[in-house]
């Protein structure tokens, strides 16, 4: 295989290869690395050296890279939300409440956005939004978002749920209404005798 790196008078690094280097009929391909500036010339050979790596292989880097374009611009998160009420929500009892959660708080905010753009930061930056709103609804959230994530996966849209791994964390007004509501559990729970200690 041949292969030779070029900068172009267009200010951009691209690499020409051949399957066959010494073969006369054997195809040229054209790989664009990338700008002249914000790619250096290092950076450029490493990448080169990628790419030549995987065309010994036997893949094609050029069509890897407009795959993963295409992913981009599919499997949108509104219509897989829309999907996922209808094949899976509206089958369980509590159908209206995930459907309003999910049009309300992730289709405004996440709805013409690829699925495969969604990453674990994104869904935490989510659920710190709405759990400033309403901690309770945050965390109804977060648990509707990894049953989401969970189909998906299994429907092999993506690998993987970015949801898994985040954690509610609780505001101090809220901590502190749980213990209030605790403490008031805990005395009327009390027995007669240690009800005259209290007071």
């Given at each position: 295989?041949?292969?030779?790196?070029?900068?172009?008078?267009t200010?951009?690094?691209?690499?020409?290869?051949?399957?066959?280097?010494?073969?006369?009929?054997?195809r040229l391909?054209?790989?664009?690395?990338?700008?002249?500036?914000?790619?250096?010339?290092?950076?450029?050979?490493?990448?080169?050296?990628?790419?030549?790596?995987?065309?010994?292989?036997?893949r094609?880097?050029?069509?890897e890279?407009r795959?993963?374009?295409?992913?981009?611009?599919?499997?949108?998160?509104?219509?897989?939300?829309?999907?996922?009420?209808?094949?899976?929500?509206?089958k369980?009892?509590?159908?209206?409440?995930?459907?309003?959660?999910?049009?309300?708080?992730?289709?405004?905010y996440?709805?013409?956005?690829s699925?495969h753009?969604?990453?674990k930061?994104?869904v935490?930056?989510?659920?710190?939004?709405i759990?400033?709103?309403?901690?309770?609804?945050?965390?109804?959230?977060?648990?509707?978002?990894k049953t989401?994530?969970?189909?998906c996966?299994g429907r092999?849209?993506?690998?993987?749920?970015p949801?898994?791994?985040?954690?509610?964390?609780?505001?101090?007004?809220?901590?502190?209404?749980?213990?209030?509501?605790s403490?008031?559990?805990?005395r009327?729970?009390?027995?007669p005798?240690?009800?005259?200690?209290?007071?």
């Amino acid at each position: 295989m041949g292969e030779t790196l070029k900068y172009q008078t267009t200010m951009l690094w691209s690499l020409r290869t051949r399957r066959h280097a010494l073969a006369a009929g054997s195809r040229l391909r054209k790989y664009t690395i990338g700008p002249y500036g914000r790619v250096i010339l290092p950076m450029a050979k490493a990448q080169a050296q990628k790419i030549f790596a995987a065309r010994l292989d036997g893949r094609d880097p050029a069509e890897e890279k407009r795959q993963s374009r295409r992913r981009l611009v599919v499997d949108r998160v509104d219509d897989l939300v829309e999907t996922f009420v209808r094949e899976h929500v509206a089958k369980i009892g509590t159908n209206r409440r995930i459907t309003s959660l999910l049009r309300r708080d992730v289709i405004p905010y996440w709805g013409a956005k690829s699925i495969h753009e969604i990453k674990k930061r994104d869904v935490s930056d989510l659920i710190s939004l709405i759990a400033q709103r309403n901690a309770h609804a945050s965390h109804r959230l977060l648990k509707t978002l990894k049953t989401f994530f969970r189909w998906c996966v299994g429907r092999a849209v993506v690998d993987f749920s970015p949801a898994e791994g985040n954690l509610i964390s609780v505001s101090g007004r809220e901590s502190r209404s749980r213990a209030n509501r605790s403490g008031a559990r805990s005395r009327y729970s009390c027995s007669p005798a240690h009800a005259t200690a209290i007071r």
